[in-house]
């Protein structure tokens, strides 16, 4: 059976999330449908099933299909289909048994900090508007102790038998102008690890909770121990590394 | 009586344009509607009247009320209550007098355009998406041609007895990765003057019309030698400037 890749980007604000679910809007669904009239019903497979409200720069989706279709019609197709909230940047085929999911050896996030007192219209549907002075220093402090494989379990949102261990193999923060970025890169990522963070990280960066103490906050293994999610518009899905 | 001046940005999406209307959303009705507490009711003064969809970066309003107010912390009042749509940027206190329309000198606009291939989810908002391939030098070339003092009628919707004639001090495409950003200043504009530029040059830019035939666009003073009004999103204020 033929299978195909398809690297898409999209403003999570109009969704309920990437994966299908009844009754509400999702990018899977949207892509599904419009996916439907060249390769009939497909069950596609993400390599990050993002929340709701959160971005993507770079997500991957593999489906296979029992003909095949040519790649630079399917993206032209989907991209007049599919409007300017989902992007098709690139459809290839792939070998058999590829799974943009179990193949991927690693994601990277972004989240996006809008640092200054006044707010801005622009950049406001993907960043968090956090008016307070931050410590940059002492944030990168925070981000390194999340650095090599750990139990996350502070960080998850609880999923019944599923494993917290991850490797985070980089977590830094940079300024961008008015913006403060969080660029982290794991093997993969548990449900709302990323938010945790970024949460974590601010309220270090605010002087509310000290860098020294954040191993602490892992080592609790105990979502009671952290800090809450920062909202879900400022993050965004940038990339998925394949072998 | 004391009078002010603010520096303001919006994102025009949501907005029936900058004035107040009846039944549609305005940024002038937030606006004043967030001042009143503060001012009590203003008849306040604008330096541009953006239209439906177009966006300011660098919009000045005046007012004058009856008893003074502290700038600082009438900026931050605002702010927290116009939400991220509308920012305002600074909040000064200028000589009795000041009009924000009839002091202005000076308007800069910028016009956006994405000129690749595939949308992109992230500037759809501001952008417009033109995904035939652009001749840049040619449309400097066209752009050259509205440089000076002119009458603009064909370049203007039509307001009665109202003079088309204006001063465009500079009119300039640039590349910006996949934007390509028309950059565009003059004592002030008339209505869908800057749009009706950028519809000709984008023309001229995908081989539509040739470059040289603008001068006689604009001689013709004929609304109907135009080529119509390009989207108002990608459309931004960008600045005003006082002597």
Redesign the interface.
């Known amino acids: 059976m033929p299978t195909y890749k398809l690297l898409i980007?999209?403003?999570g604000a109009g969704f309920h999330g990437y994966a299908r679910q009844p009754g509400v809007r999702t990018v899977q669904a949207e892509l599904e449908t419009a996916l439907a009239p060249h390769t009939g019903p497909v069950d596609s497979v993400v390599a990050g099933r993002t929340d709701k409200g959160v971005?993507a720069?770079g997500q991957v989706v593999s489906f296979t299909c029992s003909e095949a279709v040519d790649p630079a019609r399917l993206?032209?197709s989907l991209?007049s289909r599919l409007?300017?909230?989902?992007?098709?940047?690139d459809v290839s085929e792939v070998d058999a048994g590829f799974s943009a999911r179990f193949d991927a050896i690693e994601r990277s996030y972004e989240y996006r900090v809008l640092n200054r007192?006044?707010?801005?219209?622009?950049l406001?549907?993907?960043s968090w508007?956090v008016d307070a002075p931050l410590d940059l220093e002492a944030m990168n402090v925070a981000a390194g102790a999340f650095v090599g494989e750990r139990d996350f379990a502070s960080l998850c949102r609880k999923a019944a038998e599923r494993a917290t261990v991850r490797e985070v193999r980089s977590a830094t923060w940079r300024r961008e102008g008015d913006l403060v970025v969080y660029a982290v890169t794991a093997s993969s990522f548990c449900h709302q690890m990323v938010r945790s963070m970024v949460a974590i990280c601010v309220d270090v960066g605010r002087g509310v909770v000290a860098a020294a103490a954040v191993p602490a906050i892992l080592e609790a293994r105990d979502r009671h121990a952290a800090r809450g999610a920062a909202p879900a518009h400022g993050l965004t899905l940038v990339a998925v590394r394949y072998a």
Chains 1, 2 share one sequence.
């Open positions: 980007a999209y403003d971005h720069a993206a032209r991209n409007g300017p909230e989902v992007a098709v940047l007192e006044v707010p801005d219209p622009f406001a549907a993907t508007h």
